[in-house]
């Protein structure tokens, strides 16, 4: 389970995160929603330790990760999947899926469960990254972040320019993925999106930020009801 407590950070001096605090449990997706410029990516940064913060708490199953570097946060059991993929894309697919496992000691295999979840990633193993659609490239971000075998899958934005049909697998491979992880054992995601319908669709329990505060958070049966789509409209 992973607990952010009373987040503060702070680019320069403006106060980006102002006391930010939520929840992620295994079995289940939790969506943080809110518009351009709330602090989206800047909380998921926070949480990987690529930026530094002024204050707060940070736990992942029980240990504190706020002394963490970002790889000790990957080997922790989180996997990141970038706003805008950041895939090699000199590099092949399964290329890329390597450097999804460099926590893990050299011997240890890619998942062929990633095949299964992706099939197109068997068909283009051999290509180059940046020879693929931007929805196969989504889509080898979050295996590369799979690799390792996280016990936290948290996204950013994954269907910014994606198309229909491969947002609707990405959601379908979400689902399953909090229930059973790679083999079985629930898995907790974190999906920071702008897109409404993909979010509601998914939020086991949601979040909505404003001017780096959450000002909004429920189960997702009550996003409805609580007129969610109002607070992230642009
Ligand atoms: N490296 C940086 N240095 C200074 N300010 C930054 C930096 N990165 C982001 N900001 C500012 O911090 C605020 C929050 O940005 P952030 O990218 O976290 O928002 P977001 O909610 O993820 O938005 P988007 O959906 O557009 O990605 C914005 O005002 C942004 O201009």
Same mark, same amino acid.
Do not use: C, W
């Given at each position: 389970?992973?607990?952010?407590e009373?987040?503060? !950070?702070?680019?320069?001096?403006?106060?980006?995160?102002?006391?930010?605090?939520?929840? #992620?449990?295994? +079995?289940?997706?939790?969506?943080?929603?809110?518009?351009?410029?709330?602090?989206?990516?800047?909380l998921?940064?926070?949480?990987?330790?690529?930026?530094?913060?002024?204050?707060?708490?940070?736990?992942?199953?029980?240990?504190s990760?706020?002394?963490?570097?970002?790889?000790?946060?990957?080997?922790?059991?989180?996997?990141?999947?970038p706003?805008?993929?950041?895939?090699?894309?000199?590099?092949?697919v399964?290329?890329?899926?390597?450097?999804?496992?460099?926590?893990?000691?050299?011997k240890?295999?890619?998942?062929?469960?990633?095949?299964?979840?992706?099939p197109?990633? #068997?068909?283009?193993?051999?290509r180059?990254? +940046?020879?693929?659609?931007?929805?196969?490239? !989504?889509?080898?971000?979050? #295996?590369?972040?799979?690799?390792?075998?996280?016990g936290?899958?948290?996204?950013?934005?994954?269907?910014?320019?994606?198309?229909?049909?491969?947002?609707?697998?990405i959601?379908?491979?979400?689902?399953?993925?909090a229930?059973?992880g790679?083999?079985? !054992?629930?898995?907790?995601?974190?999906?920071?999106?702008?897109?409404?319908?993909f979010?509601?669709a998914?939020?086991?329990?949601?979040v909505?930020?404003?001017?780096?505060?959450?000002? #909004?958070? +429920?189960? +997702?049966?009550?996003?409805?009801?609580?007129?969610?789509?109002?607070?992230?409209?642009?």
């Amino acid at each position: 389970m992973l607990i952010i407590e009373q987040l503060h !950070q702070y680019y320069s001096g403006a106060h980006i995160l102002r006391g930010v605090s939520l929840q #992620a449990r295994r +079995g289940e997706i939790t969506v943080v929603l809110g518009r351009n410029g709330v602090g989206k990516t800047t909380l998921l940064k926070s949480l990987m330790g690529l930026v530094p913060i002024r204050s707060g708490r940070i736990e992942f199953d029980g240990h504190s990760l706020v002394q963490a570097t970002p790889y000790q946060r990957a080997r922790a059991g989180i996997g990141y999947v970038p706003q805008g993929r950041e895939i090699f894309s000199r590099l092949t697919v399964q290329e890329n899926l390597l450097m999804g496992l460099a926590t893990k000691s050299a011997k240890t295999p890619i998942p062929p469960v990633l095949f299964e979840l992706f099939p197109v990633l #068997a068909q283009m193993s051999g290509r180059r990254g +940046g020879d693929l659609s931007g929805g196969q490239q !989504q889509q080898l971000a979050i #295996a590369r972040a799979l690799a390792a075998a996280p016990g936290l899958l948290v996204l950013d934005e994954p269907t910014e320019g994606i198309q229909p049909n491969i947002i609707k697998d990405i959601g379908r491979v979400l689902q399953h993925l909090a229930k059973n992880g790679l083999d079985g !054992q629930p898995m907790a995601i974190l999906l920071v999106e702008q897109y409404y319908d993909f979010a509601a669709a998914l939020a086991s329990q949601f979040v909505v930020m404003q001017r780096g505060e959450v000002v #909004a958070q +429920g189960s +997702g049966e009550e996003m409805e009801m609580a007129n969610i789509s109002k607070l992230v409209a642009i």
